[in-house]
Structures are given as C-alpha cells and as structure tokens.
C-alpha cells in the first residue's frame, strides 16, 4: 500500500500556539524523533505537508540492515536494529518486524572478495556476519540450488513492513502525547535574536524554541530558502511486489541483478539491482562537483535520465529554485507527496531477473509497481546536525537509501541532540560543515 496526497488524511490533531520542538516532516527519521523526544516528556508537534509516510518511508525495501554499512553510521544502526527488535512492543503496535538475516549474493569469487573487504568492520563491531560457500547459500534459498557462487551473511539483521511501521509509530506518539498534522506545510521559521523562535506553517504560527528539519527529498529546498548549502540530489528507485509465492527464502537478498525479500502477505518485494536513476536538472548542476567522487564510485548502479519520468519535466527542472516569504505559498504546498512513476524498464527487468534467477517466481504476477524519490547527499551518509547560523534549527537528512532501517537509532540520536544530551556516538561524519569546511569527499558503501 503506497500512500499518496490522494490517500485520506489520517492524522489531524489541533495546531496548538505553541510547543517545545516542531518536527517537519513525518517519515520514519521525523516519527521516530517524535517518539523520543514525546517519551522524555517534550512537547511536539509533528507537521507533514503531504500524509505520514507519504514518500519514501512506505515506498522503500523495508530492510533494517547493519550488513555493508558505512562504518561511522554503523553503531548508529546496531542500536537502531536492538530498537526496532523491541519496538512493536514499546507501542503496541504491529509493525512487522523479523530478524531474518540479510544476504548479499555473488557471482564469482571477485564479488565475494569485496564483500570480505568490510568484514573486518564487521569484527570491531562483534557482528555476527560471515561468508557463505554456495553450498552454504542453498541452505538458505531452496530456489535454484548451485546458481550463487556464495554471499555474506547477517543473521541478526532484519526488516519490517515499511507502509505499516511508521503509521503506527505515529500512532503510538500520538499516545503518549506528540501532535501529528497532515496536509500542513511548513513555510520557514521564525527567528528572534538570532535564534529559531518557531515555524511558520501554512495554517500560522507556531511559536517553539527548537525545530527538527527531516523533510526528505525535500530539506534542500527548504533550507536553500534559508540560504543554507545542502548539496543533495534525488534518485528514482522502482520496486514491485508479488502475488503470493513459494517460501524459499525468509530474508532479505541482495545480488547485482536482483533483490528481493519475503512479505508478510506471502508474496516478495523485488526489485532490479543497478537501476537507480537520477532525473538531471539545475540542482544536478549546482552540485555536480561535490557529487563527482560518489558519481565515479557508483557508475553501474545509477542511470543519468533527461526526460520526464520523474514526474517534473526537463525544463522545469532546469528553473532554477525561487526564493519565497513566510507569507507566500511554498513549494511544499504545491506538491504534496512525490509520487514518480515506476520505471517501466524496471519492471521489465524484473520480470527476466525473477525468470533468471528465481525460477519459483517466474510466472507470478507483480500485484504492485511504485517509485519513490531518495535523497542523496555527496558522500551517501546523512546530515544529523544543528545549523550553526540558526541556533535552535537541526537537520535530519539525506539518509540516502538507508534511513527505514537506521531510522529509530538516528531519531533517538536527533532527540538527545535536541535535548542538549551529550552524544552516544561519534557523529563527525555527519556535520553539515563537512560541505563547506574543505573536507574530502568520502563515498560510503552507496545505495
């Protein structure tokens, strides 16, 4: 189930004048801040200008993964597993989670001597990942016994069901306090001496003394009108889902040509490995030089497009981004939630990679096409960070593909940020300085 501004508002709670942190945005990195922060007694309110969940956070692959991380995310993500082991409990709501492993398949003994590469980050971290021989790998996946060459292999990461989980953690803020609005934009904020003194939405002010920006895709542009540089940049990702299939395997799979998963509905969630496309426009001109070291790592998995398949066409993207006033209508209330056409060369893919390479899925009919809009910054780790020009104003961003799974470990670590707490992790590698300071450019592990 994919939501879209089409799809009925669920979550309207009154505006109230005002609170201790507004939150823009409402998927998996702005709910799971919410959460914690409205556990520490904190007043929030979560504003969403399209609905909860609207975007990537209900249109991604539904891992929760330590597996192939950057190594400085990696903590960040190990507490986020442990949280999300507990989390259906902590607010009682069925959000779908299992540990069933994720796998990483190779095709010949090049590919597993990458995947060997990070297993020493995986030691520092006492994870319990390993290299599999083939025979090892048909243990696992019953279909097509002797195709894989062998994998690496993290039992104890999971997945949980993307369109379920964050709903019902909304739900669950909402229980113990949080204010969740849909279909109200947050225009910009407001400041007084020097610092944030609340947001301004598209229904009015609201008065609060920190706000957490964790818009998505989105977080550029708003911060763009903030002149504040975030260099980040979107990529269309497509995924489908079966019909009910046989059950021959029970987690998450990864290989050059596919990835899929088994769904609680019986049916998988698959999608083509090496497809991710990037629709050019002027912010793909604007950013083209801090991208260029991830654009030399990741050439065969992203496709360059100049057409209209993002759903905005060539020239407008081309247009270069107007700046707004706080009493004017945004950008935010123009488009409500990006909802891109699927990439039919994807579902094509699709379609001969299960034939290929998954014989119990040939034949089975795709139920479901979507695409959803990642954001991506330079180095492909987020932003968890306070603007240092705006005192009181965080970003929480540019997750780049990973954010479901990281999602509770980087909202407990926003919340403390928020909080004034002294940090758990180190979160160097995750300062907005770094685009600005002169530091190099590293690539993490990608998409």
């Given at each position: 189930?994919?939501f879209?501004?089409k799809?009925?508002?669920?979550?309207?709670?009154?505006?109230?004048?005002q609170v201790?942190?507004?939150?823009?945005?409402?998927?998996?990195?702005?709910?799971?801040?919410?959460?914690?922060?409205s556990?520490?007694?904190?007043?929030?309110?979560?504003?969403?200008?399209g609905?909860?969940?609207?975007?990537?956070?209900?249109?991604?692959?539904g891992?929760?993964r330590?597996?192939s991380?950057?190594?400085?995310?990696?903590?960040?993500?190990?507490?986020?597993?442990?949280?999300w082991?507990?989390l259906?409990?902590?607010?009682?709501?069925?959000?779908?989670f299992?540990?069933?492993?994720v796998?990483?398949?190779?095709?010949?003994?090049?590919?597993?001597?990458?995947?060997?590469?990070?297993?020493?980050?995986a030691?520092?971290?006492?994870?319990d990942t390993?290299i599999?021989?083939?025979?090892?790998?048909d243990?696992?996946?019953?279909?097509?016994p002797?195709?894989?060459?062998?994998?690496?292999?993290?039992?104890?990461?999971?997945r949980?069901?993307?369109?379920?989980?964050?709903p019902?953690?909304?739900?669950?803020?909402?229980?113990?306090?949080?204010?969740?609005?849909?279909?109200?934009?947050?225009?910009?904020?407001?400041?007084?001496?020097?610092?944030?003194?609340?947001?301004?939405?598209?229904?009015?002010?609201?008065?609060?003394?920190?706000?957490?920006?964790?818009?998505?895709a989105?977080?550029?542009l708003?911060?763009g009108?903030?002149n504040?540089?975030?260099?980040?940049?979107t990529?269309r990702?497509t995924?489908?889902?079966?019909?009910?299939a046989?059950?021959?395997?029970a987690?998450?799979a990864?290989?050059?040509?596919?990835?899929?998963?088994?769904?609680?509905?019986?049916g998988?969630?698959?999608?083509?490995?090496?497809l991710?496309?990037?629709?050019?426009?002027?912010?793909?001109f604007?950013y083209f030089?801090?991208?260029?070291?991830?654009?030399?790592?990741?050439?065969?998995y992203?496709?360059?497009?100049?057409?209209?398949?993002?759903?905005?066409g060539?020239?407008?993207?081309?247009?270069?981004?107007?700046?707004?006033?706080a009493?004017?209508?945004?950008?935010?209330?123009?488009?409500?939630?990006?909802?891109?056409?699927?990439s039919?060369?994807?579902?094509?893919?699709?379609h001969?990679?299960?034939?290929?390479h998954?014989?119990?899925?040939?034949?089975?009919?795709l139920?479901e096409?979507?695409?959803?809009?990642?954001d991506?910054?330079?180095?492909?780790?987020?932003?968890?960070?306070?603007v240092e020009?705006?005192?009181?104003?965080?970003?929480?961003?540019?997750?780049?593909?990973?954010?479901?799974?990281?999602?509770?470990g980087?909202?407990?670590?926003?919340?403390d940020?928020?909080?004034?707490?002294?940090?758990v992790h180190?979160?160097?590698r995750?300062?907005?300085s770094?685009?600005?300071?002169?530091?190099?450019?590293?690539?993490?592990?990608?998409?």
């Amino acid at each position: 189930m994919i939501f879209s501004e089409k799809s009925p508002i669920q979550f309207q709670d009154p505006l109230p004048s005002q609170v201790d942190v507004v939150i823009i945005g409402a998927g998996i990195i702005g709910i799971s801040t919410a959460w914690f922060l409205s556990k520490s007694g904190v007043s929030v309110l979560v504003c969403e200008k399209g609905r909860v969940a609207g975007e990537q956070s209900s249109r991604n692959w539904g891992w929760v993964r330590q597996q192939s991380r950057d190594a400085a995310e990696l903590p960040i993500v190990i507490d986020s597993v442990n949280t999300w082991a507990g989390l259906s409990k902590d607010t009682g709501e069925d959000l779908g989670f299992t540990r069933e492993g994720v796998l990483y398949l190779a095709d010949n003994d090049e590919q597993l001597t990458e995947y060997e590469r990070w297993l020493d980050v995986a030691k520092q971290h006492q994870l319990d990942t390993r290299i599999l021989s083939s025979t090892e790998v048909d243990k696992l996946i019953s279909d097509n016994p002797g195709h894989w060459y062998g994998g690496m292999y993290t039992a104890s990461d999971g997945r949980a069901e993307p369109f379920k989980a964050v709903p019902g953690i909304t739900r669950a803020v909402q229980r113990v306090g949080g204010l969740i609005r849909e279909n109200c934009a947050v225009r910009t904020i407001d400041l007084e001496a020097g610092r944030v003194s609340g947001v301004v939405t598209e229904s009015g002010r609201i008065r609060a003394s920190s706000v957490v920006c964790a818009a998505g895709a989105w977080s550029s542009l708003f911060a763009g009108n903030l002149n504040i540089k975030l260099p980040q940049l979107t990529i269309r990702g497509t995924v489908a889902r079966t019909a009910p299939a046989p059950d021959f395997f029970a987690g998450n799979a990864y290989s050059n040509n596919i990835s899929f998963r088994r769904r609680m509905d019986g049916g998988y969630t698959v999608s083509v490995s090496g497809l991710n496309e990037h629709f050019v426009g002027a912010d793909s001109f604007r950013y083209f030089f801090p991208f260029l070291p991830s654009l030399f790592a990741s050439t065969k998995y992203l496709r360059l497009r100049f057409g209209n398949g993002s759903g905005v066409g060539l020239m407008k993207r081309l247009t270069p981004t107007r700046k707004w006033h706080a009493d004017e209508i945004s950008p935010f209330e123009r488009s409500r939630v990006l909802n891109p056409p699927p990439s039919q060369t994807a579902i094509r893919q699709i379609h001969e990679q299960m034939s290929l390479h998954l014989p119990s899925l040939a034949g089975i009919a795709l139920q479901e096409a979507w695409a959803g809009m990642i954001d991506v910054l330079p180095d492909v780790v987020p932003v968890m960070d306070e603007v240092e020009a705006y005192p009181g104003l965080f970003l929480a961003t540019g997750f780049s593909g990973h954010g479901f799974g990281i999602g509770p470990g980087a909202g407990r670590v926003m919340a403390d940020m928020v909080m004034g707490r002294p940090a758990v992790h180190d979160l160097t590698r995750f300062r907005l300085s770094r685009f600005t300071d002169g530091s190099k450019i590293i690539p993490g592990p990608g998409l």
